[in-house]
């Protein structure tokens, strides 16, 4: 029984000082340093309002002096948040949503939330099952960008989920805040361009049907063209993927044609390498047999030859301005959030790969 009773109390004081030995630090030792209660450091920890500036610098400085590292999971469930935001995208391959998740990282980060970013390979069942995991987990909010934006099951999903969400790059028009970039404005200018450079065969290889990015492209191509009084020929709308190896199929069946393209607008960052190779197999080269504009300004556009006509906009804004606008309706959680829509400029950066015909 003594052993007993020796083990017992041996376990209590391992459990005090931890597996070091020393004395855990708790928040009342921080409360007692900083002479403050430690209800203020509990609403300092987690950004509640209502501290003063001065006693805030001083929890924050007796945290530092201590070196007190507060217990994140007892902070969740005493106060009802994970501190956690989900990232769902549909395709891990693109560097532009690296990017995105860059920008949202520097806005979540200093108001200590983790941001998860999971990818669904563009597949609307896995979209479903991460907007469900991202609930159980209790997650505060979701930035998305699903691959249909009509799609009822994923609809479903984020209304059920009752988590504050907005769209990046994509839309549920009057039901959501969206952020995206002005892709309409982008390429009706890099219509007029190619138009001004006596183009009126203008192809598009894009993908994303269903989707913001998709209807703005095309609606401005078909206002361009009828600007001009020009229609566009619907067989050279290739629409229905983003891929490389799409890319490079249909850029060889257009360039294949009686009458191809004498120009191509290939908006996708993947697709630009398949677009170049079918060019390169057929022995076609950029603007001697086809003049190319691309979305998405990348460092393969800037370093290919020659460089490639780029329509650019800064996904890293884009992932700051989702960030932000999502803090400001998780701060605000009463009543239903205002739907606003947020665009980012693009602009037109001129090089060599287009010729006056």
């Known amino acids: 029984m003594a052993n007993d009773k020796r083990t ?141 934006e009509d799609n009822q099951e994923v609809r479903s999903a984020i209304s059920r989920s009752g988590i504050s969400f907005v769209m990046l790059e994509r839309a549920l028009d009057g039901e959501a805040t969206s952020i995206s970039a002005d892709h309409y404005g982008g390429t009706r200018q890099a219509v007029e361009h190619l138009k001004q450079m006596g183009h009126r065969r203008i192809a598009m290889i894009t993908g994303g049907r269903g989707t913001l990015v998709m209807r703005e492209r095309l609606r401005a191509l078909e206002d361009a063209m009828a600007a001009g009084k020009l229609d566009p020929d619907p067989d050279l709308l290739r629409l229905d993927s983003f891929d490389a190896e799409y890319g490079y199929q249909q850029v060889q069946m257009l360039m294949g044609k009686k009458d191809p393209p004498t120009a191509i607008l290939c908006l996708g960052v993947r697709l630009l390498p398949g677009v170049v190779s079918g060019l390169q197999n057929m022995g076609k080269t950029f603007p001697g047999d086809v003049s190319l504009i691309c979305s998405n300004d990348t460092e393969t556009a800037s370093i290919l030859t020659p460089p490639i006509t780029a329509i650019r906009y800064d996904a890293h804004m884009l992932g700051k301005m989702a960030a932000a606008v999502l803090l400001e309706q998780i701060d605000q959680k009463n009543g239903k959030p205002e739907v606003k829509k947020f665009e980012i400029p693009t602009e037109l950066v001129l090089r060599e790969s287009v010729r006056r015909i």
């Open 8 to 148: 017992t109390g041996d376990k209590g004081r391992a459990s005090e000082k931890g597996v070091t030995g020393k004395k855990r630090l708790t928040v009342h030792d921080v409360a007692q340093h900083a002479g403050v209660s430690t209800g203020t450091v509990s609403r300092v920890i987690n950004d509640v309002p209502g501290v003063g500036a001065d006693v805030a610098r001083r929890v924050r400085a007796a945290i530092d002096d201590l070196g007190w590292l507060p217990n994140i999971a007892a902070q969740n469930i005493r106060a009802s948040t994970s501190r956690m935001i989900g990232f769902i995208f549909s395709d891990i391959r693109n560097p532009l949503y690296a990017t995105m998740t860059k920008g949202a990282e520097g806005v979540f980060g200093p108001r200590g939330y983790l941001l998860v970013s999971s990818s669904s390979d563009g597949r609307m069942e896995r979209e479903v099952d991460l907007i469900d995991l991202f609930r159980r987990r209790r997650a505060d909010g979701l930035i998305l960008t699903i691959a249909d």
